[in-house]
């Protein structure tokens, strides 16, 4: 199995930028595709980014297209989200997730229940 841990989340002003990380540990994520979901208080959890096992290609839901983007540092065994353009609406607890080392095609998804492994979540709060 593999661990992961969040990271970079924190407080910050609408229209400014964060940075979360995802780091594992255990097993290696780069032949895992990886997905970020949130969420926020009263609210159920949503997808927010995935990026694909090999990397080329991303998926990111309608809220925050143009604004977030994924990447992979292998070396590190981690996954980043950058977050430009915050609003307040991207408050919330952000996790994230890995499938397992061989789905088929991409392993691209926005459906939480494909994940396998999650990570404990980092707050990101965003004020106007």
């Known amino acids: 199995q593999v661990q992961l841990a969040e990271s970079g989340g924190g407080l910050v002003q609408a229209g400014g930028s964060l940075r979360l990380s995802c780091t594992a540990s255990g097993r290696t994520i780069s032949n895992r595709a990886v997905g970020w979901f949130r969420q926020a208080p009263g609210k159920e959890r949503e997808f927010v980014a995935a990026i694909s096992r090999n990397s080329a290609s991303t998926y990111y839901a309608d809220s925050v297209k143009g604004r977030f983007t994924m990447a992979r540092d292998n070396a590190k065994n981690t996954v980043y989200l950058q977050m430009n353009s915050l609003k307040p609406e991207d408050t919330a607890v952000y996790y994230c997730?890995?499938?397992?080392?061989?789905?088929?095609?991409?392993?691209?998804?926005?459906?939480?229940?494909?994940?396998?492994?999650w990570g404990q979540g980092t707050q990101v709060t965003v004020s106007s």
């Open positions: 997730a890995a499938r397992r080392g061989y789905v088929l095609g991409s392993g691209i998804s926005n459906t939480a229940n494909e994940y396998d492994y």
